[in-house]
């Protein structure tokens, strides 16, 4: 019987034979032809023998053979074998390589959410179980510099012992740690601070399609570019990596504030290319390889083909092509808020091939990085993650892409449970790893297998089901789920006004379903008992939302009270399970964003 591995192999040929005792060691082989990170591994004739090109190899094939001593050892249990029985590996030969060399994986924890030593941990031995080969943790506010207290002191920050243990832990797993921190966008946590307004491209904030907005760009001067090395320097110089991601996307009030003059007569992309060549040429003179989000150059190849050797434009994408296409409907204000974030379906309806196109035309050399699709959604959007996923790693593949990078944001508090981020997590790897032969691999038995320590199968059952009751709504929503837009009243509505109602009792009467299937479950580990209340949490948040949903198109009368009691049950839950796994510090910034919704509740109670 040929073993379930993962990843999957590129090619896993049964050869004839009797078996091979399952405690002989590889004999392992340098060969120059196998390919980078490649390995090919023959179980045959008494022997076992390794084939590799280099370290990385080596590793990946040992992992393979572990994987198939442990299910030999696993079936002869289950055939009843007696003690003492000689376990037999099946004859086989299993050829492997990557499509895609660099296989990253980004965590948010910028978003109220920093994780203890102890959940770096588990996402480093995840990684490496998906042969994921590089880790970034994001960082806006949440890496402890020396000089700026004032922005991270209750934050629960990343320290530099944090990040030098964590160094430690990648290499021991040949996985690189690659600093970053964004230095141009995403500086509000450090804009509203006294100490750094000046440094603000629009102090005070802007408004864009109409929504008021906070400052968190910085004017692109001279002076902060400075300001911008030292941080670079600091975050650096704990890691032995000599790649650093510098952010600078979404750098939406450029032009909108001390820079009006320059971006009106010069234009936008001219002045923010400016200001990423002042970040970008002096790092990459010290040696070190930059990596910046191209949201922005993306639109503007003239500017990008002009950065220098050693930096890498990373392509972001998000949504899949499925799902692009189910938003067409999108109502015209929605639509003119999201191109104003520069999301604009029409431009991206065939995924990454569109978001690159200028790249592509080009010829300039970019990354691709798709998402978990976990952000805004408390189950996850598991079939547009994975759609999302395979869509990057195509591309990559076909255009010769260096690099994967598969990001899990934080949007709005970062409520979710992290076992949700654990399962696109892995796929996200397989799929960088090998696209074809990983595509067809069973969401719920990956999550089961290799994620969740569920020999049942329920919980990892759970989290494919649950990730997709979003689009059973059939509210074409984007970025977000409709069953956390609910939560949130500050949210677009994206047309949840116009629901079915049986579609909504549909919906909550499978989350019960679920919820009684995790009832059912009888963890073996610590860490399996910890995922299934994980689980069971997340599909309670989503419930709610449904049931308000619900309360919504029904018009129910006197329901306020009993809603408002199931969310402070929410939030309590919350705290306990958010020390589980995260830092306190964020915590109540986290929980402040369920306010607006606890005050509509309490009013309407009241």
Known sequence: MTPALFPAPRALTPLDGPGVPADIAPVVVLDPQVPAQGYV????DGAVELRHADDAGLRYGRQTHAQLVDAAKAESVQAGAVQDTPVLLDPVLVEDSPDVLV????????????????????VVELCAAARINQLQLYTEHTFAYADHEDVWRDASPVTADDMRWL?????????????????????ERWLVHPAYQDRAEAPGGFTMAGIPMPSAVLEPTPDNADFAHALIAEITGTVRSRTVNIGADETFELGMGRSAARVEAEGRGAVYAEHLHRLVDPLVAQGFTVQYWADILGRHPEYAATMPEGSVPIVWLYDSPATFDRARALP??????????DMVPETMLKGFADRAGALIEHGIGFWVAPGTSTWLSFVGRIDNAVENMVDAARTARRHGSGGYLNTQWGDHGMIEPPVFGFVPMVLGGAYAWCVDANEPLDVADVASRV??????GRVGAAVDRLGRLWAELGVPT????????????DRPTMGMDALDPARVQAVIDVIDAELASLARVEPRSDEAALCVEEVAHGARFARLGAQLLLDDTTRAQGVAAERLATLDALVAAQRTLWARR???GGLEDSLAKLEPLRRSLRDAAS
């Not at 591994?41 to 045959?44: E, N, S």
């Not at 994620?451 to 049942?456: A, C, Q, R």
């Open 478 to 489: 984007l970025n977000a789920s409709p069953l956390w837009n609910r939560v949130f009243p």
């Open 332 to 341: 015209a204000e929605l639509k003119a808020i999201l191109e104003a974030f």
């Open 103 to 122: 296989r990253g994986f980004m965590l948010d924890v910028s978003r109220d959410r920093v994780p203890t030593r102890a959940t770096l941990a588990r």
């Open 41 to 44: 591994l023959r179980v045959a």
């Open 451 to 456: 994620v969740l320590d569920d020999p049942s």
């Open 167 to 187: 160094d430690d832990l990648c290499d021991e797993n040949g996985i690189e740690l690659v600093a970053n921190q964004n230095v141009f966008g995403h500086m």
């Open 582 to 584: 995260s830092r306190p």
